[in-house]
């Protein structure tokens, strides 16, 4: 097990109920192995805790969860040799899906959470005193050096992990946007590069960088109060050129929204019925998510904390727990 968390009050220490009452005989999991897998982002855990404690529910045989990036992860399901994925997202992880075999292989019923943004942001303050809205406006050398960090005349963003799908991303808008020699993508661990962004927006220092929702970083610097999103000037995708990355709300930050799915192998999610149903039914609302990671960030991330936060969370929504639960048990009597 990883770690756990703990949100608001829905996040206190609580008796889980799911299967009190029940014989192991009884559980549709019994005697089946489960291997969870999961990236080294430990923002992450929650969302797989709580699959994993579903599927212990369901008397599956849950075993510790192995640390794979995600294109590896995607293979090693694909293969059998890892059973699930809690945190895949589409369309984002599309690569790795179909790299890995896709829907020959794997699965990605339901939605684990929706609505999921990605883009550019910078601080409020630097927005409003400069005009700035949007990322083409880097081009000019008087605004990159309000996020020149080293004294090399290149604004500098804190971008993406190498390997991960937003580094191709990332690169190819520097690209297309003619911004390459205006902004230096900085890359290396994501939660350490972040860190100094946080340092510098304390000390009202300009701050340009890269995130997604729902995540711990905007419950820290919340956009529209600390920060605001940066608009691009065109649509543009290194796998797809027809791509529309415009939101419903008309504003476009050159990356579409996404929803988190549960990545399962495929023969797995075929012959057991109860796993399945539980998979598609599972849901997280991403401001849950982002209040989790939060208390992360702060200093909750030890395998306590977050088993906390999964117990408190699952009893704030006890009744819908036990309907996913119930629905799966049934689903594997037909």
């Not at 756990?4 to 009452?21: C, H, P, R, S, Y």
């Not at 029940?22 to 709580?50: C, H, M, R, W, Y």
């Not at 404690?53 to 995600?70: F, H, I, S």
């Amino acid at each position: 097990m990883f770690k756990k968390l703990t949100m608001t009050a829905a996040f206190g220490v609580i008796a889980l109920t799911g299967t009190m009452g029940l014989s192991a005989a009884s559980l549709p999991g019994k005697n089946i192995s489960v291997i969870p897998v999961q990236s080294a982002q430990d923002v992450e855990s929650f969302q797989t805790e709580l699959v994993m404690e579903g599927l212990r529910q369901l008397g599956y045989d849950v075993k510790p969860k192995a640390e794979l990036e995600y294109a590896t992860a995607h293979v090693a399901i694909a293969n059998g040799d890892a059973t699930l994925m809690a945190v895949h997202w589409q369309p984002q992880h599309n690569f790795f899906y179909a790299n890995a075999g896709g829907e020959a292989k794997l699965s990605r019923e339901g939605e684990l959470s929706r609505y999921g943004l990605q883009g550019y942001l910078i601080d409020k303050a630097t927005a409003d005193k400069y005009g700035i809205t949007n990322i083409e406006q880097l081009k000019d050398p008087k605004i990159a050096a309000l996020f020149d960090t080293n004294g090399d005349g290149t604004a500098d963003l804190t971008g993406c992990t190498p390997g991960w799908p937003c580094e191709r991303v990332i690169e190819h808008h520097l690209d297309v946007y003619g911004l390459k020699g205006a902004v230096t993508h900085n890359q290396g661990s994501y939660e350490a590069l972040m860190t100094e962004v946080f340092r510098r927006f304390q000390a009202g220092e300009p701050v340009l960088y890269y995130t997604w929702t729902p995540n711990y970083v905007s419950a820290a610097l919340v956009p529209g109060k600390d920060v605001v999103w940066l608009e691009v000037p065109f649509s543009a995708s290194p796998e797809n050129q027809n791509v529309d990355t415009t939101m419903p709300n008309g504003k476009n930050y050159g990356f579409t929204a996404n929803t988190q799915h549960i990545a399962a192998n495929k023969e797995f999610v075929e012959n057991n019925p109860a796993a399945a149903h539980f998979i598609k039914s599972i849901f997280i609302p991403g401001n849950d998510i982002n209040a989790q990671n939060y208390h992360m960030f702060k200093g909750e991330r030890s395998e306590a904390d977050i088993d906390r936060h999964v117990k408190g969370w699952i009893q704030a929504n006890q009744q819908k727990w036990d309907q996913w639960i119930a629905e799966a048990k049934q689903a594997a009597q037909k």
